[in-house]
């Protein structure tokens, strides 16, 4: 059981990320990933993105050890940049390995969920006419309550 | 030995500094603090919302923690990474 989080500033190849967690391990019949990446329109410009380190890096580690032991996952990768991202540029990478296909995407989809309301990670972004923090988006809390609460359940 | 405030995002701007260090004030707690900082200076009322978590010494605590000398208190706004 591998766990691998990192945050940096660099770009990413998310495929790269993908193919290398893809036939690494044999008990694993599926591979699941997110990616996240800086989406266009308003006006936007670049997006900022700023963390609280030692913290963020403990936070992601946390998320992705749950991840594991709930889903009896293989491996599960968390990549997260930080700095100014241009549109279009990816943001987040998330990867789960996982003896059958429903782990593989339960867990990811968990492990972005979680992220984004218990990593401490802000956004701002830069348009034309300025630059303002983002707000979180009330789903977001939502869905990160639902999996906390046990309502998504593992069915892995 | 003191406290030491750190300050992220929105909130960093609205105060207009990332870190201050004050005096320990014996028996204070997480919420304590915060209402003394607001007395000292109402740019910082928005520590007061509900919102805001308060992350002491690395990790996320709620704001009836009791405050140690030598702690690191952050004021973070809402996460809004992924």
Not at chain 1, 15 to 41: E, I, N, P, Y
Not at chain 1, 67 to 74: D, K, Q
Not at chain 1, 75 to 83: D, L, N, S, T
Not at chain 1, 122 to 134: D, F, L, M, Q
Request: glycine residues 10%.
């Amino acid at each position: 059981m591998a766990v691998s989080v990192k945050v940096q500033t660099e770009r990413f190849d998310a495929g790269a990320l993908l193919d290398a967690l893809t036939g690494r391990d044999s008990s694993c019949g599926a591979v699941a990933s997110f990616t996240g990446q800086v989406r266009g329109g308003d006006d936007l410009v670049a997006l900022e993105l700023e963390h609280y380190p030692g913290v963020t890096e403990q936070a992601l580690g946390r998320i992705a050890d749950e991840a594991v032991r709930r889903w009896s996952l293989g491996e599960a990768v968390i990549i997260h940049r930080v700095g100014r991202m241009a549109v279009g540029e990816p943001i987040v990478f998330v990867g789960a390995s996982a003896p059958h296909r429903r782990a593989a995407l339960e867990a990811t989809s968990f492990m972005i969920d979680i992220l984004k309301t218990q990593a401490p990670f802000w956004k701002r972004e830069h348009t034309s006419s300025g630059s303002h923090w983002v707000e979180p988006r009330p789903g977001d809390d939502e869905a990160a309550s639902a999996w906390l609460a046990g309502e998504k359940e593992s069915t892995a | 030995m003191a406290l030491t405030i750190r300050y992220f995002a929105a909130l960093r701007d609205r105060m207009g500094t990332a870190e201050s260090v004050v005096d320990h004030m014996p028996g204070i707690n997480g919420g304590g603090l915060a209402e003394w900082l607001i007395a000292r200076d109402p740019a910082a009322e928005a520590l007061a919302h509900p919102s805001v978590r308060l992350i002491i010494n690395d990790e996320i605590a709620p704001r009836s923690q009791a405050l140690q000398d030598g702690d690191t208190i952050a004021f973070c706004p809402p996460f809004s990474g992924g």
